[in-house]
């Protein structure tokens, strides 16, 4: 018999099954143990797979990371500070960090703005399904695919010849253009357009979330808002985004931290070139294609260090949710 | 826990549908076609190119294609099936994605029960530690964890995608559905307990149910993020065992080093993304109004 | 609830099944035969020259060749050699690289696996010398290309009779027979994460044939300044004589725009070119994909600028190596490089062999570009390929930038001389 289908079974039946038996035998466990200490010890039980699985294939690695950073090329060459002194008096590191604060701006405003709209929007038509698929396709389109998608949209002839790309045949329509999208740096618009390409997949994200919350909202909740004479919008106002907001804070998390760690986009479309590059694909190249892991490793730490804003922010979002509920 | 009923739900729909003012109505419809056009036209044209031959792809516009003569051909379709491989890899993608997906939502499903209905000290930090790893790029974490699969043996199996992609899935599968359980009604759980529910049976008989669309996008995620991953199988699985290698790799494949075959790129991925798109459309059920606990709060 | 939950446990069971049956169906028993991984960044049709090559290999031995082909070889390798999870063969990025993998003691040596005597007679020194480390042969090349080709379409005007012998000579011939084309060279150096280096071969070409091998080594490796006279010349030659005779530096430098398709212009009526600078693996590629050889194509070699470094030719390779001396992967190495093996790649078409004896050539051109390679008084390796990765990726952004705005000439070399002053170090 072959060996992928015994497998298929342990993990299919075997694997579920396996995990809520873990969850039983926590109850069993706890039994065992003082009645007062049990509340105490009851969460960590809860959560030790989860916080195995965190340590080894996240924290563990990224320790080591952030003791790569201080070491050089070579591994076990401490050199101190000198990979983030490297980043930020290198030439091209003012680019990238503005390039980076433009994709989480940009891509966190379109993609939840939008996705935000979508989700309440549908909520009042009967085409749901239909219109909430259409956002959710390019989601559904792989990295590689997403390439060569956008590249037939900023597709470029020269003036005279057929144009070949959406947007410039649109543009020809009313007799303007040719346009290169990817060279155009003045006010970094190319860069832009990069993000518009990451907003077009992660749109479907954000919108899918924030309809499943918006789901949850109670019906009666809304009929009173309007029985008591409340426009649409101010309902949407005073009673609908409220009650989001825990999502609309979710969603913009993720997707903040999506837009730090891009990178296969602006690698694949312009490998950073006419002012496009940002910290991410810097970081990969230095650590794959140069070799220089000490270099990438200090700018993963970059990355870390920037989400602290966001991290704060959520910290005191909880403890909001948690008084109110 | 009862959820409204569907006939007063579908009352309350119509009833909201008519109340809208006629112009409101309009701008409805009209910004979600408008987007919808916008969402879909890049798509559409990598359909038309997809059955175009590359000199005409190179040649003129998609569009042109629309109006007789337009020259379709499936030509790029047999290429890439004739390429051969793919029906292993696609077999190996689902061997991938199917436990890679499940694994996690269960996994994180206690951490979340336990992050938002369960008190200990230091919770609220943990918890943002635990969302801050998302920005962990999974490049940094290749080299540790390869060299721990060889120490075990087990580099290029199945397995260790499974275990990868575990824990790499897990900080937004916690983020989500913590985010979900946490704003579940406290009194649910409040007169299960008194009740003499244990915690065990709040969260498999109420938690788990009403958490059930935040579960669903989760696992739509999940699904889609592990299919079309290419990096992560192609570092744990590539070098031991090529056979195991899902879709993307050999999709990526088709292209020659020089860039040559990228007209194949366009039909291989519209194979590949059928599988997502079915698993949205069945799990798109799920999200309707009143199947969670929020109807039992107001 | 009830309900719901049990008829979920039925979906969960029918998707069970569904998988056990998919898994039953593609079974694929693994015998007592041993195998050899290999890693490379073939794909396409160059994938399936490579298995077809090593078939008959597979057919004698009994063994099999699981090949994986990647683009990410970069990242698969760097993450293998640092953590000990390697294929048993594998294409090395270049030279560099590869001397690394030798030093941390990853690669193994292969002057006991091949037949020394034998490789060294049917290969070009110098492609021996690269694949050389501290004495010891740790790479091979499975595969050759030569750079610096000159492509035009005999229909336009057939330059057999009188191919130009001198740079000065090229230029006043494409000039007088550009007719009705809208400019005289085609140029395109758009290719995805790597683009620019269809640039980087002009500026080889010309250091080669202007400055002389000398220069041209040092200038690889280090020790001649980009600021230099030479250097700067060639880059002051390639603006004067290609980008200001091309018809949009804007189409020229643009990211959707693959080299691939560089070479389209010469098919067109009217052309929008008479020559187009490219390596012998074009003919493979874009609108020469389809297209007879001689008839609807041809190319010249690239000719000599300074009469004293005369016959010098550039080259390129895939160089290749092994990290696990198993037995099946030592015979798998020793075969690839056999004249046998590698007449069944040439034969295909789209590669040439740096195996002197594989002459299976499909047709004249090939056979011509493989004789420029066997045949050169002084062979180059691609320089770009020798140095170290993050000076070749300045030097691909450098020839967007001189090719965009010619006037950066000046900015853009002493930018990388910024960068040589640190690429060199690690």
């Known amino acids: 018999m072959d060996g992928r289908l015994i497998t298929a079974i342990v993990v299919l039946v075997g694997v579920p099954g396996a995990l809520l038996g873990y969850i039983y035998l926590t109850e069993i466990l706890l039994k065992f143990a003082p009645e007062r200490a049990r509340p105490r010890l009851r969460p960590w039980l809860w959560m030790l797979p989860a916080l195995l699985f965190l340590f080894l294939f996240l924290i563990f690695p990224t320790i080591l990371t952030i003791l790569r950073s201080f070491q050089g090329a070579l591994e076990g060459t401490f050199v101190g500070l000198d990979n983030y002194v490297w980043f930020f008096t290198s030439g091209d590191a003012l680019i990238s960090l503005r390039n980076s604060a433009l994709w989480v701006v940009f891509l966190t405003i379109i993609a939840v703005g939008l996705g935000l709209l979508v989700a309440v929007l549908v909520d009042r038509v009967r085409y749901e399904s239909f219109a909430k698929s259409v956002i959710f396709v390019p989601l559904a389109i792989s990295m590689t695919a997403a390439g060569v998608i956008w590249r037939f949209m900023f597709d470029y002839q020269s003036p005279g010849q057929p144009q070949t790309g959406t947007l410039n045949g649109i543009l020809s329509v009313f007799g303007l253009g040719p346009v290169s999208f990817l060279q155009v740096d003045t006010l970094a618009l190319n860069t832009i357009f990069l993000i518009v390409v990451m907003a077009w997949m992660w749109t479907g994200f954000a919108m899918v979330i924030l309809s499943a919350a918006l789901k949850g909202i109670s019906t009666e909740l809304l009929e009173a808002g309007r029985v008591d004479g409340a426009t649409e919008w101010q309902v949407f106002r005073g009673i609908v985004f409220p009650l989001l907001l825990p999502t609309v804070a979710v969603v913009s998390t993720t997707i903040v931290i999506t837009a730090l760690k891009a990178f296969d986009i602006v690698y694949v479309m312009t490998n950073g070139n006419f002012s496009t590059d940002v910290v991410a694909s810097r970081m990969i190249k230095e650590s794959f294609t140069f070799g220089n892991i000490g270099h990438g490793s200090a700018l993963a730490v970059i990355l870390l260090l920037a989400i602290i804003p966001i991290m704060a922010l959520n910290i005191s979002r909880f403890r909001a949710q948690e008084a109110i509920r | 826990m009862t959820a409204v009923p569907r006939a007063e739900q579908a009352v309350a729909t119509q009833r909201r549908r008519a109340a809208s003012p006629r112009w409101g109505r309009i701008g409805v419809h009209l910004t979600l076609v408008v987007l919808m056009v916008i969402w879909l036209l890049p798509t559409i044209g990598l359909l038309v190119n997809s059955l175009r031959s590359s000199g005409d792809i190179a040649s003129s516009g998609w569009w042109t294609s629309l109006f007789p003569p337009t020259g379709l051909t499936l030509d790029n379709y047999s290429a890439v099936i004739q390429q051969g491989g793919l029906g292993d890899a696609f077999v190996n993608s689902l061997f991938i994605t199917i436990p890679a997906t499940i694994i996690p939502i269960f996994v994180a499903a206690f951490a979340a029960y336990a992050f938002s209905w369960m008190n200990f000290p230091g919770r609220n930090l943990l918890f943002v530690a635990v969302v801050g790893l998302l920005v962990v790029p999974l490049q940094t974490t290749f080299i540790p964890i390869l060299q721990g699969f060889g120490q075990l043996g087990i580099a290029g199996d199945f397995l260790t995608v499974w275990l990868a992609h575990t824990g790499y899935g897990l900080p937004f599968a916690i983020y989500l559905l913590r985010n979900f359980m946490g704003s579940l009604p406290r009194e649910v759980f409040e007169s299960a307990y008194i009740d003499g529910a244990s915690p065990v049976t709040a969260f498999i008989r109420l938690a788990l149910p009403m958490s059930i669309p935040a579960i669903a996008a989760l696992a739509i995620f999940q699904f889609l993020f592990i299919w079309n991953d290419l990096l992560v199988a192609l570092i744990y699985l590539g070098a031991v065992r090529p056979e195991n290698l899902p879709m993307t790799v050999v999709i990526a494949n088709l292209v020659n080093s020089q860039g040559g075959g990228w007209e194949l790129l366009g039909p291989a991925a519209f194979l590949s993304m059928a599988l997502p798109l079915v698993v949205f459309f069945s799990l798109q059920r799920y999200f309707v109004r009143g199947i969670t606990g929020g109807a039992v709060k107001g | 609830m009830e309900e719901r939950s049990s008829r979920q446990m039925k979906r969960v069971g029918v998707l069970a099944a569904a998988l056990i049956a998919v898994a039953a169906c593609s079974s694929g028993g693994s015998g007592a035969a041993k195998s050899v991984t290999v890693i490379g960044t073939w794909g396409g049709d160059e994938q399936k020259a490579f298995l077809e090559m090593v078939k008959p290999w597979e057919a004698s031995t009994g063994n099999t060749v699981k090949y994986t082909g990647t683009r990410d070889i970069n990242t698969v390798l760097t993450t293998g050699v640092a953590s000990g999870v390697l294929p048993d063969l594998a294409g090395l990025p270049g030279p560099g690289q590869m001397a690394e993998f030798v030093k941390s003691g990853a690669l193994k040596p292969l002057d006991s696996v091949l037949d020394v005597a034998t490789y060294k007679s049917e290969t070009a020194k110098a492609l021996v010398d690269l694949g050389t480390v501290d004495g010891k042969l740790s790479g091979v090349f499975i595969k050759a290309a030569v750079k610096g080709l000159i492509w035009y379409n005999p229909k336009v005007h057939d330059y057999a009779s009188a191919p130009p012998a001198t740079w000065d000579d090229l230029q006043s011939q494409a000039a007088s027979n550009k007719g009705s084309a809208k400019a005289i060279w085609c140029l395109r150096l758009g290719s995805g994460a790597a683009s620019g280096w269809p640039g980087t071969d002009w500026i080889e070409d010309i250091v080669l044939r202007q400055a002389g091998p000398q220069v041209y080594n040092d200038w690889w490796a280090g020790k001649v300044k980009w600021t230099s006279p030479e250097i700067k010349k060639a880059f002051q030659t390639f603006v004067d004589g290609v980008v200001k005779n091309i018809a949009d530096p804007t189409e020229a430098v643009d990211p959707t725009k693959d080299f691939s398709g560089g070479g389209d212009p010469l098919f067109t009526d009217p ?130 930038s001189v090719t965009k705005d010619p006037s950066s000439i000046d900015s853009t070399l002493s930018k990388l001389d910024e960068v040589q002053k640190t690429a060199y170090a690690s």
């Open chain 3, 271 to 400: 052309p929008g070119c008479v020559v187009f600078h490219q390596a012998s693996f074009i003919t493979g590629l874009g609108g020469f994909k389809g297209k007879a050889a001689g008839t609807d194509y041809n190319f010249f070699p690239f000719p000599d600028i300074d009469p004293q470094y005369a016959g010098a030719v550039e080259g390129a390779g895939d160089l290749f190596g092994m990290f696990h001396d198993t037995d099946a992967a030592k015979s798998l190495m020793k075969y690839l490089v056999t004249k046998d093996a590698q007449d069944i790649w040439v034969k295909i078409g789209g590669a040439l062999s740096a195996n002197k004896n594989a002459t299976s050539y499909p047709d004249d051109i090939s056979k011509r570009s493989a004789d420029l390679l066997t045949n050169a008084k002084t062979f180059a390796f691609d320089a770009s390929d020798l140095m170290p990765k993050a000076m070749n990726d300045a030097f691909w952004t450098a020839m967007l």
